[in-house]
Structure formats: structure tokens, C-alpha cells
Nanobody, 129 residues
Framework: QLQLVESGGGLVQPGGSLRLSCAVSGEALDYYAIGWFRQAPGKEREGVSCISSGSVAGGYINYVDSVKGRFTISRDNAKNTVYLQMNSLKPEDTAVYYC???????????????????WGPGTQVTVSS
């Protein structure tokens, strides 16, 4: 059974950077799209960035508009790990960040629209001075 664990969260000042990692165990990542989602207090969960399965070199990638140009998602199938590099962080990026997996045999151009069935426990990101 697929298991996901996030790490790398913490407290950072505005303008700072963090790199989140999503370590996946139980199965190989090759046929899974991976998404990063976040939920701030009192707000609905939103998709931050998603990357399609390894069936297409480099994968199809989606970003929510509010993080474009600041966040970068990447995957290392050999390490069964997906990363979210977050730069120029803003207070509004404060949330619990979750990674999730969706079975995907053929890569789609909109991986954030897949149904994500396996979730990690989340990691807190706080951006504050």
C-alpha cells in the first residue's frame, strides 16, 4: 500500500525559502501523479502544484496562479520522492501542506484535476516575521 510522508516545513520569514519533500513508500512512483495541496485555517484545501506520472519525460506540471514563478515541483522516481521548492514566501502561503498520489497510467496535462486517494499527514509551513 502506498504511503506518503511530508517533511521540510517550518517557520520562515517573508521572502525566505523552504523545500518540502514527499517521500513515498510501498510502491514505485512511476504510475502515480503527485500533488501538493495546502489548507490554511478557516479556508478550503487548494491544489498548489501537481506533476503527472513518469510516463512522460519531465511530466506535465500545474501550478495555482498564486505560486507561479515562486514554487517549483520536481520528482525523483529513483528516490521515490517529490519535492516542492518554495521561494519568495509570503504570509499568505502559511498553511498545512499535504502531498497526495493519484494512479495514472498515461500522463495527463492536468494532473491537479485527478482524484487523489492517498494522502500524507501534512507538514506545517508558517511565513511570519
Amino acid at each position: 500500500q502506498l504511503q506518503l510522508v511530508e517533511s521540510g516545513g517550518g517557520l520562515v520569514q517573508p521572502g525566505g525559502s523552504l523545500r518540502l519533500s514527499c517521500a513515498v513508500s510501498g510502491e514505485a512512483l512511476d504510475y502515480y501523479a503527485i500533488g501538493w495541496f495546502r489548507q490554511a485555517p478557516g479556508k478550503e484545501r487548494e491544489g498548489v502544484s501537481c506533476i503527472s506520472s513518469g510516463s512522460v519525460a519531465g511530466g506535465y506540471i500545474n501550478y495555482v496562479d498564486s505560486v507561479k514563478g515562486r514554487f517549483t515541483i520536481s520528482r525523483d522516481n529513483a528516490k521515490n520522492t517529490v519535492y516542492l521548492q518554495m521561494n519568495s514566501l509570503k504570509p499568505e502561503d502559511t498553511a498545512v501542506y499535504y502531498c497526495a498520489a493519484a494512479w495514472e497510467v498515461v500522463a495527463t496535462r492536468t494532473p491537479c484535476k485527478l482524484g487523489y486517494g492517498q494522502w500524507g499527514p501534512g507538514t506545517q509551513v508558517t511565513v511570519s516575521s
